[in-house]
């Protein structure tokens, strides 16, 4: 017999799928391809498709062009019951009248199979999910956290080949959100069942993910691993919806040694070479944590006059607020390891940035 | 050193009003949260008031009067009925028609429902204005339309006789049948509504996510939709079975001699002065609606309908 512990995941492919909802997109044309096994994010701001693109793979909305296939066969025509997909959604819809053993049931019953398999295969699944002993409790009575875990008991007791999660964890509080990510990645690891979590949240898609599908607008934006988007972001969109990112209104000059030239205001600074470069005016990005406030300019770092205007302690690091001779402000992570001397509001010091931590990016937004 | 007195003195004779108006607020506090606990029972005092007078008085009224023969208190009204095959003839076939009248209305009145529930509000709206359209017309009206489609010379029997489909007029008004159309056509908006309000509350994800899990659409049917629509059809059935058991225009219109319900019999009762079994008759009608009204609320609840 199996074990619970080693089931096949299965590839899931899109090719140009679309939903248009009368003359509004709310998936264009997006095609990708996830291999077996992978846990993908679908990451978004509200309306920018994520959860109309997982909707279409699951089968509770029927696409306006494209198809879908899940181990290459294609199932855009299926009904959700026939393409064998886990699902857990963002309220857990979990059956009120049924109690946690029936829930976890449900989809075995739904599959004809023998009393006793079911009653094993349910105890392993709540075993998964830290919930033995909760078998006969209905769905109100217990909390968020664990209705969650039942949502997740359910829609992997029957080994779907592919899990599909609608912000399972967006109703929780923050700590408890936090402890079951980590809960969620271990047993997709430990299940080998391919993964395509929904959210808006971030912080959430650099913990969990393989790789994230950052979408906007319906199509998606940029797609590579947590830490290619948040370190590699090809469009200010994307620099700007993972992390706290700084803009800075440049024009690139030239190119040289494989770095490009660019000038802020009077200043020239580095910045490395990008294949996506665009010529002339462009947004230059820097992450808070890669600036640091000094009194004097520094060799092979890029240096701006600034005038501090804001000092605040957070404990383990300052923020600061600094305006550059532009007008533009700019925030900034610094450790306190870089000095004691905390720059006083109104002083005017040098920001500086090491060249290969800012990224240029088309200011056009796409 | 006058006037430093003079400040102190000031200073302690605030301190004391400090002290006395807190412990007056804590007071004000529970005057003003038993205010609002009594604040209800005003709202509802014009309605309490108006039911004590011309509802529970009445009734009283009535049931003292069942119970209450020449010399004293007597079960003789009650014994009158049970004693008279035709009076207890009369309760059995009220209780059939009602049961048969509400299984009808269940039955036409849950795919509606479950339609009503389904599709976009702006159909959802004409549904439930063709359902309450009726409803706004009068009883009697509608009593009487249907005197007008089946009666020997009505609509239905033309249609019948023009594509001769019969030979001679068929006897529809005046019969049983006609009685339970007429009814189930009067009491199905009680059954919608109650059904409408259960399956629209219902979550749509709670349907995704069994056809996500599997199921067939009779298997969605039979182990989430119909388990969870169970309060409302509770609910329309306690309502439409509590209504018919009172119907008195409809059978007495469209019915015929056999199909005298109780209501009728306690107008006849009442013509002949006969106050006393009327009495002992329509409490025990009360005492069959108060039944049924326990046996939901202990099988259901009727928490479940009010349920958030």
């Known amino acids: ?366 | 050193m006058g006037k430093s007195f003079m400040s102190n003195q000031a200073t302690v004779g605030h301190a004391i009003p400090v002290v006395m108006s807190r412990e007056s607020q804590i007071a004000r506090y529970a005057r003003q949260r038993r205010w609002e606990e009594y604040r209800y029972v005003l709202y509802t005092l014009p309605l309490l008031i108006y039911l004590l007078t011309f509802y529970l008085y009445p009734v009283a009224t009535m049931l003292v009067r069942s119970f209450q023969g020449p010399n004293g208190l007597t079960l003789e009204y009650f014994a009158q009925l049970f004693e008279s095959p035709a009076y207890s003839r009369i309760f059995w076939e009220t209780i059939k028609l009602s049961v048969v009248t509400t299984v009808w209305a269940l039955l036409l009145a849950y795919p509606l429902a479950y339609c009503m529930a389904q599709a976009s509000p702006t159909r959802t709206g004409v549904m439930m204005a063709l359902v309450l359209v009726p409803f706004w017309t009068s009883v009697l009206v509608r009593s009487y339309a249907w005197m007008v489609l089946l009666g020997r010379e009505g609509i239905v029997n033309q249609f019948l006789l023009r594509f001769a489909l019969t030979e001679k007029p068929v006897e529809l008004l005046y019969s049983r049948f006609a009685v339970y159309l007429a009814m189930v056509h009067i009491l199905l908006p009680f059954m919608v509504l109650p059904l409408y309000s259960v399956m629209a509350a219902m979550d749509r994800n709670l349907i995704r996510a069994a056809d996500g899990l599997g199921a067939t659409p009779r298997r969605i049917f039979q182990h989430i939709v119909l388990p969870l629509s169970i309060p409302g059809i509770a609910a329309g059935c306690l309502l439409v079975f509590i209504l018919a058991l009172g119907f008195y225009i409809t059978p007495a219109l469209v019915g015929g001699p056999r199909d005298m319900t109780v209501s009728t019999l306690i107008g006849q009762q009442l013509e002949m002065y006969e106050w006393n079994f009327a009495a002992a008759l329509a409490a025990i009608l009360l005492g069959i609606a108060l039944i049924s009204f326990a046996v939901f609320d202990k099988a259901i609840g009727m928490d479940k309908l009010f349920k958030r």
């Open chain 1, 1 to 366: 017999m199996r074990n619970t512990r080693s089931f096949n995941g299965a590839s899931v492919r899109v090719d140009n799928l679309s939903k248009f909802y009368g003359d509004v997109a709310a998936v264009a044309d997006i095609s990708f391809e996830f291999a077996a096994s992978e846990f993908v994010t679908l990451l978004g701001p509200s309306g920018s498709g994520k959860t109309t693109t997982l909707m279409m793979i699951a089968g509770f909305e029927i696409p306006t062009a494209g198809e879908i296939f899940i181990n290459d066969k294609p199932v855009a025509s299926e009904p959700p019951r026939s393409r064998n997909l886990g699902m857990v959604f963002q309220n857990y819809a979990l059956f009120p009248h049924m109690s946690v053993f029936d829930n976890v049931a449900f989809p075995l019953k739904m599959r004809n199979l023998p009393a006793d398999e079911i009653k094993r295969a349910v105890g392993e699944a709540l075993e998964v999910v830290n919930l033995v002993g909760y078998d006969a409790r209905l769905p109100r009575q217990l909390s968020g956290g664990q209705q969650q875990r039942v949502a997740f008991a359910r829609a992997i007791v029957f080994k779907p080949p592919v899990l599909l999660m609608d912000e399972p964890l967006g109703a929780l509080d923050k700590n408890l959100r936090q402890r079951l990510q980590l809960e969620v990645k271990r047993i997709q690891r430990d299940l080998g069942v391919t993964v395509i979590y929904v959210t808006h949240d971030q912080e959430e898609a650099l913990v969990m993910s393989d790789r994230i599908f950052l979408m906007n607008r319906g199509g998606v934006e940029q797609s590579g691993s947590p830490e290619d988007l948040y370190n590699r972001p090809r469009t200010a969109f994307v620099a700007g919806f993972l992390g706290e990112t700084n803009f800075l209104e440049t024009n690139v000059r030239a190119t040289r040694d494989g770095m490009l030239d660019l000038t802020i205001g009077e200043t020239l600074v580095r910045a490395p070479f990008t294949e996506a470069f665009p010529s002339g005016a462009g947004k230059l990005a820097i992450r808070p944590e890669k600036l640091w406030i000094s009194s004097s300019a520094a060799a092979d770092a890029n240096c701006l006059p600034c005038t501090v205007t804001e000092t605040i302690f957070v404990g383990d690091h300052l923020r600061l607020v600094a305006e550059l001779p532009t007008g533009e402000k700019l925030a900034i992570k610094q450790q306190e390891r870089f000095g004691s001397d905390h720059p006083e509001p109104g002083s005017r010091m040098m920001v500086c940035w090491h060249p290969q931590d800012g990224r240029v990016l088309s200011a056009a937004p796409r």
